[in-house]
């Protein structure tokens, strides 16, 4: 038999394999996408507390892809204001069989897949505006690739957009990112970048923020919340008042992390915000970052606030207009699921790490606040003193600062030069006055340390004692000494 009759026999064996299975994929698609949107729908009300009705129309399979819409109705009992009754949010979704998606050949992709589908939106009446501002396309295309595993993978691109709404606008140069999750849907990677966003609003304001990036790696833990990392970076952030430059942030970021203790009994989560450097009307005031460490929370106690939290927050979607711009009505809501977990939420002792931190030229200043809650069931009757009552809610509580007096003095100044227009001479001199004025007060009342023309304060409150500078004393001698100063309640 000649080589070339074999070649011809491989590849007319490989096209009836890929048929067939193109073929099947399809009907097996066909056959099951009622019941995995059902599913999916089910499971988004549940977690939403609110019905959706999702319904798949006008599904057309081929050999090799199909086609179908999915119509998402509108959320019973969830108040968005400008959205009809009779309005749903409709997504166009074209799918490539498997085992060699056609959409993935054409990108160079040449490994095996279940499926690729890619999803936009339909222009309808609700979502009109956003395909006007996109000057006719979907805002937002994905490509979701499915594995034989049952992971996907997805990339999903935001186009460039404009949009008014009475004197304001926002003008949007795109975004992208993609998004890896596993067969069960509990392990999460994402990357992405947003390009150039600019924000125009009333008396020539403008805010622009060239670009940024994000990622995160999310695991989901056997009390339904994420664990892992994420963080999101802007290039900068520049504001301007009639087109002059108004303050300028370089370097932003946030980040934070959070994960398991080794017997998934405590949760440890780690949060910061940081900022390269800061200026405003063209005044450097450096940069600095807020730190927020949380140990040893109980993972059940987090677990059960995050499901009253959940909770509450979709009695407020679906709350009226009013009560949704009633800053009361919000505060005691949130009071009131704070007082029903603060007793659990301080099981297993918690301890929260505050730093704060800022340099410019002329040094660095940093707050620490420290506080770690007491676990105790004891029952306490009214005869029980202040101090008894205080150490029944906590271990300790501690706060250090360290603030050059040079540092002060330049924060001041500049601040006097723009809010007061003062000349940098006139502003420098006011600035010094203050700072040595609470200095000396500071130092008279005995506040305070000062070393090398640097203010320290080092003050702890544990089981009774309050150790102010290194020297400690009850609450009672505290009181006796600095007065209302002494007062902790």
Do not use: C
């Amino acid at each position: 038999m000649k080589k070339s009759t074999i070649a011809v026999g491989v590849i007319i064996a490989l096209g009836v394999v890929w048929t067939g299975s193109a073929w099947y994929t399809g009907k097996q698609l066909e056959k099951n996408v009622d019941v995995v949107v059902n599913k999916l729908t089910a499971d988004t009300s549940k977690k939403l507390g609110a019905e959706i009705h999702s319904t798949v129309k006008d599904f057309h399979r081929g050999l090799f892809s199909s086609h179908f819409i999915l119509d998402i109705a509108p959320v019973k009992g969830i108040n968005i204001d400008g959205i009809k009754s009779n309005q749903s949010l409709q997504l166009n979704i074209d799918v490539d069989h498997g085992p060699f998606p056609l959409a993935r050949l054409g990108s160079g992709n040449i490994l095996p897949a279940m499926a690729s589908a890619k999803l936009s939106l339909v222009n309808n009446e609700l979502t009109k505006p956003a395909f006007d501002g996109a000057k006719g396309k979907s805002p937002v295309e994905a490509i979701v690739n499915f594995a034989w595993d049952g992971s996907t993978s997805s990339d999903i691109t935001l186009v460039p957009a404009k949009y008014k709404y009475q004197n304001s606008s926002l003008t949007f140069e795109g975004a992208s990112y993609h998004v890896d999750a596993n067969a069960s849907m509990n392990a999460f990677s994402y990357e992405g970048k947003s390009k150039k966003i600019t924000v125009s609003g009333k008396n020539n304001i403008e805010m622009v923020i060239p670009g940024m990036t994000f990622s995160g790696h999310l695991n989901k833990t056997p009390f339904d919340f994420m664990t892992g990392d994420q963080r999101l970076d802007f290039e900068s952030i520049r504001i301007t008042t009639a087109g002059k430059p108004f303050a300028r942030l370089d370097g932003l970021s946030f980040s934070a992390n959070a994960d398991l203790s080794a017997d998934n009994k405590k949760l440890n989560a780690k949060g910061e915000y940081a900022v390269a450097s800061l200026s405003v009307l063209g005044q450097d005031f450096g940069g600095g970052k807020i730190t927020l460490d949380l140990a040893s929370l109980d993972a059940v106690a987090f677990a059960d606030f995050m499901k009253d939290y959940q909770q509450l927050s979709k009695e407020f979607v679906a709350s009226t207009p009013a009560q949704q711009e009633d800053s009361i009505y919000i505060l005691n809501k949130l009071k009131a699921l704070i007082a029903a977990h603060a007793s659990k939420l301080k099981k297993g002792e918690p301890e929260v790490k505050w730093l704060i931190s800022w340099k410019n030229e002329k040094g660095e200043a940093a707050l620490n606040l420290d506080y770690q809650a007491a676990d105790t069931h004891k029952t306490l009757d009214d005869s029980a003193s202040k101090t008894a009552v205080l150490d029944s809610q906590l271990k300790y509580v501690s706060g250090k600062l360290v603030l050059p007096v040079d540092m002060a003095i330049e924060v001041g100044k500049k601040g006097l030069m723009i809010a007061d227009h003062k000349s940098e001479e006139s502003a420098k001199a006011k600035a010094t006055q203050g700072v040595n004025g609470l200095v000396g007060l500071g130092s008279m009342f005995k506040l305070i340390t000062l070393e090398n023309n640097t203010v320290k304060i080092d003050v702890r409150y544990s089981q009774g004692y309050i150790t102010l500078n290194g020297k400690k004393m009850t609450v009672e001698e505290f009181r006796q000494q600095y007065g209302r100063l002494g007062s902790l309640h």
